[in-house]
C-alpha cells in the first residue's frame, strides 16, 4: 500500500488540447518531501521522458498500483504555482479552450526547458544570495548582495522615504481617488475599479505611489502593468525613490540572463512593486495584494500567439480568486471594460475630471478632405495644415504628424497593362519604400528591388497610388527645408539604441516637425509639443473589423494627449474624407460618453460585444484546398454537436488578410450570449476534432482584432 499523499497527479507538457487531463504517477520515497503542487517533474509516457507539472497530491489513484509508473526525477527545486494560481490555470484552459499544458507554460521560468536545472544551480549557488535589479537611465544591470547587505539597505531606503503628505502632488486626487480603493486593500475583499480619464504623468504617478505605500504598509506586493516597456520605465523612476532595491521591471526585451534573474528575485520574494507588459502577470509573486493595469485599453494586452488571452480578464479573474483589488486607468476605456464596469456590483468607476488632471484645453480643427479642391490643395499637408505647422514652428515649438501606414504609397499600379506587384506569399500589393528603391510587404516583410519599371511587361509608366509615411515626409521636406524633421516608426527605431538616440535629437532641438505611425502615440515624453495632427485615419475605418470606430477614438484622444505645453495653447487637425463618423465626430465635441452610448446602440443592433461573446477559429495551413476544406468539416460539427445553446456561426469564409507568409487563412466567428455553455461544448468538440496534420488551429476568445 503507498503512504498518505505518495500519489501525484501531473500534468504533460503537451500542447494538444484533445490530451487536456492529468496523469497519475507513483512518487518515489525519496522524492516524498520535494513533491509538492506546482514542482516540475520528469515522468515516463509509453517510451518517452516528458515533462510534467504536479496539480495535485492524493492518497489513491483510480488505476491499479501496479499499473502506475513513477515519478523519475524533479527538474528543480522550486514549486511554478500554489493552489490558487492553480485555479487561475484551470479557469484559463476553460475560457480560452486550452490545453492546460499550454496554460502552464505561461507561468515558467522565462528560459528555454532544457537550461532550467543550469538557470536554478546558478541562483542557488551559496556565494550569491540575492539577485536584484537596478535601474541605469535606459536599461536594467543585474547586481548582487548578500541577504545582509540587502536587508540594511532596503530598511535604509525605508527611514528615508519621502511621507505621503510631503509629495507635492494633488491632494484632491489623492483623497478623492485613493481614500476608497485603500479601503480593499489588505481586507480579503475583492473589488475592481475604472479610473476613466487622462492623467498626466505626474499624477498618475502620485496616484500609483499613494496606493504602492498603502498596500507596502500591510507587507503585501503590488503588480503594474503596462502596454509597452517605455511606460514601465517612466513608472519605475516615479517610483524607486520610495522603494529602491525592492521594485523592479519584467519585460520580454530583457536579455534571458536578466528576466531569469528578476524572474527568480520575485519569486524569492525580493521586490515589493512588480511593473512589467502582459507576461509579468504569470510571475511567481508572492502575497499579492493590489494589481494596476494602466492604460487598460491598449491592444496590446491581448496575446497574439497560441493562447489569445486578454490580460484585462485574467487579472480580474486573479483578483477574484486571491480576493484582492484591481484597478484599471484609461482615458478612452475599452468599450467591453466600461460596459462591465457599469453593471457589475463589483465593480466601481471614477470618472476623472479636467480639475484634477491638469489636461491642456486643445483646440480640434476638422478638415474635410472632400470639400477642398484638389487642384489648389493636397490631401496630405491642406492648406490648413500647412499654415497651422508655420505658425507653430515660427514660434519655436514642436509639431507631431500621425499617418496610418508606413511606406511612400500604398501600392503602385501600371499605366499600360494595369499590374499591381504583390507579395507572392501572401498575395497582398507591396508598398513602395522611395529612401531605399524597395517594394515592401507589410504583413510577412518580404522585399524586392524596384527600378521603376513594371515588373509585369516592363514599362515605367507607374501610377502612384495611396499615401505613406515616407511620401508625407518627402512633401514636408520640400516646404520646410531648414525645419528638422523626424521619423517615429518601426524602421526608423529598428536597430538597437536608435530610439533612444532619436528621442535625444528631438529634445535636444528647439522648433521641428515628428511624423510617425502607431509609434507616436507612446508616452515618449517629447516635451513643448503644441500642434498635432492626423493626416487621414480614413483607411482604419475601412477595416472589416468592428473594433475600428473604437480604435480611431482612441488614436484620436491619445495623439491629442502629446500636446503638453500647458503655457500654451494646443491644437490639433484631424483631416478626414468621414467627418460624420461617430469616432470622428465626437472626438471633435470632446466626449466620450456621447462615442460610448452611440458605440454602445450600434452593437447593440448588431450582436456584437458587449451584447454577445465572440469566438474567432482560424485555421491556416501551405494548402488553401485542405484549410478549407477542414474548416467547413469543423463548422458542420460545431452545428451538429452544439445544441441546446443559443449561437450563431458566421462563415466559413478567407480570413481578411487570405495569405500571411506562405499560409493561407480561413475563419468562421461565433456570436454566443450563453458563453459558458458553448465553451464547455466547444472545449469537447475539439478535443475530439481530428485535424490534419498540415494545418494549425488557432481559437481566439473575446478577439480584439477579427484580421
Not at 487622462?198 to 507587507?219: E, G, R, V
Not at 520610495?242 to 523592479?248: A, T
Request: aromatic fraction near 10%.
Amino acid at each position: 500500500m503507498t503512504s498518505r499523499n505518495q500519489i501525484a497527479e501531473v500534468f504533460l507538457d503537451l500542447k494538444a488540447i484533445e490530451i487536456n487531463h492529468a496523469f497519475d504517477y507513483r512518487i518515489p520515497d525519496e522524492l516524498i518531501d520535494k513533491t509538492g503542487i506546482g514542482t516540475i517533474v520528469i515522468v515516463p509516457l509509453g517510451k518517452r521522458k516528458e515533462i510534467g507539472y504536479v496539480s495535485r497530491l492524493k492518497e489513491k489513484s483510480d488505476f491499479p498500483e501496479k499499473n502506475l509508473k513513477k515519478i523519475e526525477k524533479i527538474i528543480v527545486d522550486i514549486t511554478l504555482f500554489d493552489i490558487k494560481k492553480l485555479g487561475l490555470i484551470y479557469w484559463m484552459s476553460f475560457y480560452y479552450i486550452a490545453a492546460i499544458g499550454k496554460i502552464i507554460e505561461l507561468f515558467l521560468p522565462p528560459v528555454k526547458k532544457s537550461k532550467l536545472k543550469k538557470f536554478f544551480s546558478d541562483s542557488t549557488d551559496p556565494t550569491i544570495k540575492k539577485f536584484k535589479i537596478k535601474s541605469t537611465k535606459n536599461k536594467n544591470e543585474v547586481i548582487t548582495c548578500n541577504k545582509h547587505e540587502t536587508d540594511q539597505k532596503c530598511n535604509k531606503v525605508y527611514n528615508e522615504t519621502i511621507p505621503i503628505n510631503e509629495l507635492k502632488q494633488n491632494k484632491s486626487l489623492t483623497d478623492i481617488y485613493c481614500k476608497d480603493i485603500n479601503n480593499f486593500i489588505g481586507k480579503n475583499l475583492h473589488k475592481a475599479f475604472l479610473l476613466e480619464g487622462f492623467l498626466n504623468s505626474y499624477n498618475k504617478i502620485s496616484l500609483y505611489l499613494n496606493l504602492c505605500c498603502q498596500t507596502s504598509k500591510i507587507k503585501r506586493n503590488i503588480l503594474i502593468l503596462v502596454p509597452e516597456i517605455i511606460s514601465a520605465e517612466k513608472i519605475y523612476e516615479g517610483l524607486r525613490i520610495n522603494f529602491g532595491h525592492r521594485i523592479c521591471i519584467y519585460h520580454s526585451e530583457m536579455s534571458e540572463r536578466k528576466k531569469f534573474e528578476t524572474w527568480y528575485g520575485i519569486w524569492n520574494n525580493d521586490f515589493e512593486v512588480i511593473i512589467g507588459t502582459r507576461s509579468a502577470l504569470f510571475t511567481p509573486i508572492k502575497d499579492l495584494g493590489l494589481v494596476i493595469i494602466d492604460d487598460e485599453h491598449d491592444p496590446s494586452y491581448k496575446d497574439n500567439t497560441i493562447i489569445r488571452y486578454n490580460t484585462q480578464e485574467v487579472a480580474l479573474k486573479l483578483g477574484k480568486i486571491l480576493k484582492i483589488p484591481v484597478v484599471f486607468t484609461g482615458s478612452t476605456p475599452s468599450i467591453e471594460l466600461r460596459f462591465k464596469a457599469e453593471k457589475k456590483d463589483n465593480f466601481k468607476i471614477f470618472k476623472i475630471t479636467d480639475d484634477f488632471n491638469n489636461d491642456t484645453m486643445i483646440e480640434k480643427v476638422l478638415v474635410d478632405l472632400k470639400s477642398i479642391d484638389s487642384y489648389k490643395d493636397n490631401r496630405l499637408i491642406t492648406n490648413t495644415l500647412h499654415k497651422a505647422i508655420s505658425k507653430e514652428i515660427l514660434s519655436g515649438n514642436k509639431v507631431i504628424i500621425f499617418i496610418n501606414k508606413l511606406g511612400f504609397s500604398n501600392f503602385l499600379i501600371c499605366t499600360k497593362c494595369g499590374n499591381i506587384p504583390k507579395c507572392p506569399e501572401c498575395n497582398l500589393s507591396y508598398r513602395y519604400h522611395k529612401i531605399n528603391k524597395k517594394l515592401v510587404c507589410h504583413h510577412c516583410g518580404k522585399e524586392i528591388n524596384f527600378d521603376g519599371a513594371c515588373t509585369s511587361c516592363g514599362n515605367d509608366s507607374i501610377s502612384f497610388s495611396g499615401s505613406g509615411i515616407e511620401k508625407v515626409e518627402s512633401i514636408l521636406n520640400l516646404r520646410f527645408k531648414n525645419v528638422p524633421i523626424f521619423r517615429i516608426d518601426s524602421e526608423a527605431t529598428e536597430q538597437k539604441g536608435s530610439e533612444e538616440n532619436l528621442l535625444k535629437k528631438i529634445n535636444n532641438c528647439g522648433s521641428s516637425i515628428i511624423i510617425g505611425t502607431q509609434m507616436i502615440a507612446k508616452d515618449y515624453g517629447i516635451e513643448n509639443i503644441t500642434l498635432a495632427a492626423v493626416i487621414s485615419c480614413d483607411n482604419m475605418l475601412e477595416l472589416p473589423d468592428y473594433h475600428m470606430h473604437e480604435r480611431v477614438f482612441q488614436m484620436e484622444s491619445q495623439i491629442s494627449q502629446k500636446v503638453n505645453s500647458y503655457t500654451k495653447k494646443g491644437k490639433i487637425i484631424i483631416q478626414t474624407f468621414s467627418p460624420e463618423n461617430p469616432a470622428i465626430r465626437n472626438f471633435i465635441s470632446g466626449s466620450y460618453e456621447d462615442f460610448y452610448f452611440e458605440e454602445l446602440l450600434n452593437r447593440k443592433e448588431l450582436g456584437y460585444p458587449p451584447y454577445s461573446s465572440l469566438i474567432n477559429i482560424i485555421i491556416s495551413g501551405g494548402s488553401e484546398k485542405k484549410v478549407k476544406s477542414e474548416i467547413i468539416k469543423l463548422s458542420k460539427i460545431i452545428y451538429e454537436k452544439i445544441t441546446n445553446v443559443d449561437f450563431i456561426l458566421l462563415g466559413p469564409v478567407p480570413s481578411p488578410f487570405l495569405k500571411s507568409n506562405i499560409f493561407y487563412r480561413w475563419h468562421i466567428i461565433i456570436k454566443t450570449r450563453e458563453f459558458n455553455k458553448f465553451a464547455v461544448k466547444l472545449g469537447k468538440v475539439m478535443r475530439n476534432f481530428k485535424k490534419m496534420e498540415s494545418n494549425k488551429i488557432i481559437i481566439d476568445v473575446d478577439p480584439v482584432w477579427i484580421l
